[in-house]
Structure formats: structure tokens, C-alpha cells
């Protein structure tokens, strides 16, 4: 019971509309990032940003759950990260993300010996 350890759960789609304020979050109130891996995760500008945020710039642990729509990227998708993430209306950059720390991040994140992760049934393994 997450009320009786005085936690609280915050969700990223409840605030998409400043990503300033998002990141910052990510940065310093979260204790634990979990990511969620669907096949549209990682290509999301907002979860690429919080990932990175979590792995350089937070003392946040990090964990990933595994879906059966995940699709990990190929090395072409991580050699070209700003084709692979879709910036429409949003770019890292303006937040002071660059796409190495964003390629670094997503390794981390995919790597079994960095982050801990769950399987949900059919999901794909590492």
C-alpha cells in the first residue's frame, strides 16, 4: 500500500504539457523510473528525455518492463537515434538532451547487466 509508506505515483501522461517541468521531476523527485516498453516507448520524445534525465542527471533507479509489443531498435535505429525518435513538435535539444546521452541512456536501459527488468508473457528477451 503505497499511502501507508507515504508514496506517490506519478505518471508521465498526466503532464505532457510541460516538459521542462516533466524532466525536472524525473531529475529530482523520483525514486524509481519505471519504463514501461511498448513497440512506441522509445520513440517517444518525452520518454527518451526521461530516461536519459534518470540515467544522467537523477539518483533514480531504473526498471524496465518488457511487452510483447516491444520491439528493441537495431543498431541502424540507435546509429540514427533523430530519425528513429519522432521529434515532431518537440526537440531534446531545447532541454539540453543530446542524442549521444540518449544513445548511451537506451543501451543502459536494454542492457540485462544495467537495468533490472520483468517480462510480461511472450515479451521479448534481451
Known amino acids: 500500500n503505497l499511502r501507508s509508506r507515504s508514496q506517490s505515483v506519478f505518471i508521465d501522461s498526466d503532464d505532457l504539457d510541460d516538459l521542462d517541468r516533466l524532466f ?57 537515434l533523430p530519425t528513429y525518435v519522432d521529434e515532431t513538435g518537440c526537440s531534446l535539444r531545447q532541454y539540453g538532451i543530446f542524442w549521444e546521452a540518449v544513445h548511451e541512456s537506451f543501451e543502459r536501459l536494454l542492457d540485462a547487466d544495467v537495468t533490472p527488468a520483468i517480462y510480461l508473457a511472450h515479451a521479448p528477451r534481451r
Not at 55 to 71: D, N, R
Open 24 to 80: 525536472e521531476i524525473v531529475k529530482t523527485k523520483v525514486v524509481t523510473l519505471v519504463v514501461y516498453l511498448t513497440r512506441d516507448t522509445l520513440r517517444r520524445p518525452w520518454c527518451a528525455g526521461e530516461v536519459t534525465t534518470a540515467f544522467k542527471a537523477s539518483k533514480a533507479k531504473v526498471l524496465t518492463i518488457w511487452t510483447p509489443s516491444f520491439i528493441r531498435p537495431t543498431s541502424r535505429d540507435m546509429e540514427d
